[in-house]
């Protein structure tokens, strides 16, 4: 079952950290599991779903992204390479889907963020929005409030050295 780590901005719980909704013990889609994950979700009233795992990562799993069409959530897909960072050419992308939560998280729209085990890469793009919001140590907080988080050095420099 989904268990979504909350990051607290302002003293809400706005910003939700988790691995991939639907995974099983064994690393493998389960489409009853994501009912019940998705039943979470939606008790959590969470508006927007951030992907970070790449097409590959997906396949692996067995989960298709066609099902979030059928939800009333935003999906969106960001992909990012397991314990990676996002590409040098993805940096323009990458400041439009920073802003794009933080729009959602001004509007108290609770938001998702989730990569395969939801530490390393959901982690990271965690801290970089508590940076744009203009938060002090954002991967300390983002630690103490998830378990693991921000798993490399690379990942960690990406969010110091991040504007």
């Excluded at 066609?66 to 996002?86: A, C, M, R």
């Amino acid at each position: 079952m989904l268990s979504i780590s909350w990051i607290p901005i302002e003293k809400k719980n706005l910003l939700g950290v988790s691995q991939f909704p639907g995974k099983n013990s064994n690393n493998f889609f389960d489409l009853t599991l994501f009912a019940k994950d998705l039943e979470i979700i939606s008790k959590q009233k969470i508006k927007l779903i951030v992907s970070l795992l790449p097409d590959l990562e997906l396949n692996k799993l067995g989960f298709d992204d066609f099902i979030w069409s059928k939800e009333e959530i935003e999906y969106i897909k960001f992909p990012i390479d397991d314990f990676g960072i996002p590409s040098n050419n993805k940096f323009d992308e990458l400041k439009e889907l920073i802003s794009t939560i933080k729009k959602n998280l001004i509007l108290s729209n609770p938001v998702l963020i989730h990569c395969n085990g939801g530490k390393g890469r959901s982690g990271m793009i965690a801290a970089l929005v508590l940076k744009a919001m203009k938060e002090k140590d954002t991967v300390k907080k983002v630690r103490e409030n998830v378990v693991g988080a921000i798993e490399t050095e690379e990942q960690e420099t990406f969010v110091e050295n991040w504007i």
